[in-house]
């Protein structure tokens, strides 16, 4: 008998599209990858080694890789969605809602509860004895950052049956609808002066891009070439124009960033890397269709969001152990550092191997299958991903530092402290848990389960 994951792999549908799941694996590796090289970390805190050399700042156009999962989940997504459409018993719409979301969001959530529970103990325990100084504050503030993202894709699974209608009708019209909105609300920010209006394009440019992934599920992204060409342009124009900055990730201190919130320079970045990723699509597919890469790609797929939840834990974790054990911490982009740059990456990957064998077992699918859902569960499906969505975010901007202190940071219009974007986040999972079992039986096990956990989720070329 072969492993689970050969298994899998031969098990594969013919119709599966692989080079999205290597668009997947690949996309979230980067990110990790390029968290270990920003990191720069000395005895007196972390910096950020693009702000030490801005010279690299121009790696971001290339490195900058988030829009790619998030085109790649609006593949996904709508394919899952049509999926349940299909298979609901008795033709009603009710039913299919609170599956989709327990069937798109059970691999996201489960893993980062158990991320936030674990390491929000950790930090009480830290705490009550009277730690949280030194690199360890700074872990404790850092580690929850890269969780904006989930909140970020919370909105794209929330919002994707609406989504879909209007791609369904309206095709590219509907990308232009939000194209369009994100440059009215930068041209409100930036000409008029207009308070707090950015925040909008944390919407409008991300499921911009989510949108994209629609009209690849639909095979009408037809000039890729045109695409990447037309999005490179616009951000060029944009960055030497406009106000906007070169780095398309976020710097320490700067008064614009392209990420936070994200920029119509950033949305022409995001569409220059989707027309780059189309245009190698062909040799990307031919490249997945070898067993031994395709076998690679579905047992990192099988951990990917485990190990993005714990990869800066790793690099914290390397960190620390040098500082105990009395190693150097060269100054950024110094000869010295620079040498230690491949042993510590090397830790980092053994220390979130480590970390991934520990928990990835919360990353485990259950199929869903549609069975016709009580009156109320859209309503609390659509409740509990609200609250998930609020709580992650809040979690992100406030980290667990000054836990004991009541520390709390500005989500959009209230603050929040730590422990009630705990509690938010938990209970928003748990309702989404809750309607989604209401809604349809968990079946564990039948037809090929791919990343999204769906069964046979209808994936094709």
């Known amino acids: 008998m072969g492993s689970p994951v ?21 996309s979230l590796g980067t990110v990790v990858l390029g968290h270990w090289l920003m990191a720069a970390v000395t005895t007196e805190g972390v910096g950020n080694l693009l702000a030490v050399v801005p010279g690299l700042q121009l790696l971001t156009w290339a490195l900058q890789i988030m ?19 299909r298979r609901r018993p008795d033709g009603s719409t009710g039913s299919v809602y609170p599956s989709f ?21 950790a930090a009480l325990v830290v705490q009550l004895l009277g730690g949280g100084g030194g690199l360890t ?5 850092l580690v929850t950052q890269p969780l904006w993202f989930i909140g970020i894709y919370l909105a794209m699974v929330a919002f994707t049956p609406a989504l879909l209608k209007l791609h369904d009708r309206y095709g590219w019209g509907a990308f232009a609808a939000l194209a369009g909105a994100a440059a009215a609300v930068d041209l409100m920010r930036f000409a008029a002066g207009v308070p707090y209006v950015e925040f909008l394009n944390f919407a409008f440019v991300w499921l911009a891009v989510h949108q994209l992934g629609f009209l690849r599920a639909d095979a009408r992204i037809r000039r890729p070439a045109l695409l990447a060409g037309a999005g490179l342009a616009a951000a060029v124009a944009l960055v030497a124009l406009g106000p906007y900055p070169l780095s398309m990730v976020g710097m320490p201190g700067e008064r614009i960033s392209n990420m936070a919130p994200p920029t119509l320079a950033l949305l022409g970045h995001g569409l220059w890397l989707v027309g780059a990723v189309e245009l190698l699509r062909a040799p990307g597919a031919r490249l997945v269709a070898r067993p031994r890469v395709w076998r690679a790609v579905v047992a990192a797929n099988g951990l990917a969001m485990t190990a993005f939840l714990w990869h800066l834990t790793a690099m914290l974790g390397v960190y620390g152990a040098m500082t105990a054990l009395g190693l150097p911490l060269p100054e950024p982009a110094t000869g010295a550092w620079w040498a230690q740059v491949p042993v510590r990456i090397l830790a980092a990957v053994a220390l979130t191997a480590a970390l991934v064998a520990a928990f990835r077992t919360f990353e485990r699918p259950v199929r869903v299958v549609p069975t016709g859902a009580e009156r109320g569960a859209g309503a609390v499906s659509a409740l509990g991903v609200a609250l998930a969505l609020l709580g992650v975010l809040g979690l992100s901007m406030v980290g667990y530092a000054g836990l004991l202190e009541g520390r709390t940071a500005l989500l959009i219009a209230f603050h929040v402290s730590a422990p009630a974007a705990v509690a938010m986040a938990l209970g928003g999972w748990l309702l989404v848990e809750r309607a989604g079992r209401r809604a349809g039986r968990g079946a564990a096990g039948v037809g090929w389960r791919g990343w999204g956990g769906t069964g046979g989720s209808g994936q094709r070329p």
């Open 101 to 121: 979301l327990r069937a798109r969001l059970q691999r996201l959530l489960r893993p980062t509860m158990v991320f936030v529970l674990v390491w929000g103990v």
């Open 67 to 85: 829009p790619v999962f998030f085109f790649v989940g609006g593949f996904s997504h709508a394919l899952s969605y049509r999926s349940l459409l």
């Open 6 to 26: 050969r298994e899998l792999a031969e098990a594969t549908p013919a119709t599966r599209d692989r080079y999205i799941d290597l668009l997947r694996v690949a």
């Open 137 to 141: 504050g700074v872990t404790l503030r």
